[in-house]
């Protein structure tokens, strides 16, 4: 049997897309996903456009036991590790279940990978990792704090990693840290499917156009950048799979741990945003200014030279497209994948 790769969350928003970019590479791939924050319908669409379904468990990562079971069944070598909770928000008010999921399913992952043998893992990290500070842009190396339960759950975990790489040369690990990855794929037939109010700007822009939602709030207009409003780093989603490709070619040249920022190296403001949307959609996006939300950061973006040195990696896509693909997707499925 040929090796796969293991992909938990693989249903999820970027597993999806990481999903029909293995199989484009030629990557057989199992998926694991216990579907908390996605659907099975995903499946047929992954299978549209990889050419076939991918396997699939339908399972929990903090079960030991199925996971273990899924690698030697599935003869798995590597494991992209996307499962987790990811609501910053969220995470304030729920810290137990976060550190359950994103903490406690990472170790049960860790220990079925190391019962199995199977020593190779690329890691979902985030750009909340790091401290907030006026330097941009953010190396790898910056000072490192997060501020959330959840950006402490991703920091934990990259710790774990390193420490573990430490104690055995056998490891390789990647521990991707994604700057904000936006847009859908061009055939309109996977994309984001938020549950409830979307957390992040594009999909609350891509509901406004589509008239499910009133009007955006543009939270502070009186920060330090171009136009006052909130500066990020916007990488198109499909950008990120094809990161994690390289990393799986990377990681088989190289052993030890690594951590990379994912991102364009560029700041995009929030009316930048919504006027490239607005040109994407052909539609206007009300907004209202209102107050600052308390923790928001005025600006960040990636340092991404490393990412292109250590995995000839570079974000390809424009914000046109990001925005253009990201209608496309909300326009064909209003209602996401329900
Ligand atoms: N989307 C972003 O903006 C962003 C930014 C930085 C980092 N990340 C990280 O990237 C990863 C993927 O993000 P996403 O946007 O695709 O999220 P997502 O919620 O769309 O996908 C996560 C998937 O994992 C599954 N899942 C959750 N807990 C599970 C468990 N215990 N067992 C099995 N499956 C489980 C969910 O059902 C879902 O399909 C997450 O770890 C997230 O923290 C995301």
């Given at each position: 049997?040929?090796?796969?790769?293991?992909?938990?969350?693989?249903?999820?928003y970027?597993?999806?897309?990481?999903?029909?970019a293995?199989?484009?590479?030629?990557?057989?791939?199992?998926?694991?996903?216990?579907?908390?924050?996605?659907?099975?319908?995903?499946?047929?669409?992954?299978?549209?456009?990889a050419?076939?379904?991918?396997?699939?468990?339908?399972?929990?990562?903090?079960d030991?036991?199925?996971?273990?079971?899924?690698?030697?069944?599935?003869?798995?070598?590597?494991?992209?590790?996307?499962?987790?909770?990811?609501?910053?928000?969220?995470?304030?008010?729920?810290?137990?279940?976060?550190?359950?999921?994103?903490?406690?399913?990472?170790?049960?992952?860790?220990?079925?990978?190391?019962?199995?043998?199977?020593?190779r893992?690329?890691?979902?990290?985030?750009?909340?990792?790091?401290?907030?500070?006026?330097?941009?842009?953010?190396?790898?190396?910056?000072?490192?704090?997060?501020?959330?339960?959840?950006?402490?759950?991703?920091?934990f975990?990259?710790?774990?990693?390193?420490?573990?790489?430490?104690?055995?040369?056998?490891?390789?690990?990647?521990?991707?840290?994604?700057?904000?990855?936006?847009?859908?794929?061009?055939?309109?037939?996977?994309?984001?499917?938020?549950?409830?109010?979307?957390?992040?700007?594009?999909?609350?822009?891509?509901?406004?156009?589509?008239?499910?939602?009133?009007?955006?709030?543009?939270?502070?207009?009186?920060?330090?950048t171009?136009?006052?409003?909130?500066?990020?780093?916007?990488?198109?989603?499909?950008?990120?799979?094809?990161?994690?490709?390289?990393?799986?070619?990377?990681?088989?040249?190289?052993?030890?741990?690594?951590?990379?920022?994912?991102?364009?190296?560029?700041?995009?403001?929030?009316?930048?945003?919504?006027?490239?949307?607005?040109?994407?959609?052909?539609?206007?996006?009300?907004?209202?200014?209102?107050?600052?939300?308390?923790?928001?950061?005025?600006?960040?973006?990636?340092?991404?030279?490393?990412?292109?040195?250590?995995?000839?990696?570079?974000?390809?896509?424009?914000?046109?497209?990001?925005?253009?693909?990201?209608?496309?997707?909300?326009?064909?499925?209003?209602?996401?994948?329900?």
């Amino acid at each position: 049997m040929n090796a796969k790769v293991l992909v938990t969350g693989g249903l999820g928003y970027i597993g999806a897309h990481a999903c029909v970019a293995l199989a484009e590479a030629g990557r057989s791939v199992v998926v694991v996903d216990n579907l908390a924050n996605s659907s099975s319908a995903v499946l047929d669409r992954i299978a549209e456009l990889a050419g076939g379904p991918p396997a699939f468990v339908h399972g929990d990562i903090r079960d030991i036991g199925l996971l273990a079971r899924t690698m030697r069944d599935h003869a798995v070598d590597s494991v992209i590790h996307f499962a987790g909770s990811k609501a910053v928000g969220e995470s304030v008010g729920l810290p137990l279940s976060y550190y359950d999921n994103n903490v406690g399913g990472s170790m049960a992952l860790l220990a079925a990978m190391a019962a199995t043998g199977v020593r190779r893992l690329i890691f979902s990290s985030s750009a909340t990792v790091y401290a907030q500070s006026g330097r941009m842009p953010l190396a790898e190396t910056a000072t490192l704090g997060a501020s959330s339960p959840y950006g402490r759950s991703k920091l934990f975990v990259e710790h774990m990693l390193a420490d573990l790489c430490a104690s055995d040369p056998a490891w390789s690990v990647a521990c991707l840290r994604y700057f904000n990855p936006v847009g859908a794929h061009p055939s309109a037939r996977i994309g984001e499917s938020p549950r409830g109010v979307p957390n992040n700007l594009m999909p609350y822009i891509a509901q406004v156009a589509v008239g499910q939602r009133e009007r955006l709030s543009v939270f502070g207009d009186d920060y330090e950048t171009v136009d006052g409003t909130g500066v990020r780093d916007y990488v198109h989603v499909l950008d990120v799979a094809e990161g994690h490709v390289k990393a799986l070619d990377y990681l088989q040249r190289v052993n030890g741990c690594a951590t990379i920022n994912l991102g364009t190296g560029h700041g995009v403001s929030v009316l930048q945003m919504l006027r490239e949307y607005e040109r994407a959609s052909g539609r206007l996006i009300p907004f209202q200014v209102v107050a600052r939300r308390p923790g928001d950061i005025d600006r960040c973006w990636a340092e991404v030279s490393l990412a292109h040195g250590l995995l000839g990696w570079q974000a390809r896509r424009s914000l046109a497209q990001m925005c253009e693909d990201s209608w496309r997707w909300q326009r064909d499925n209003p209602l996401g994948y329900r």
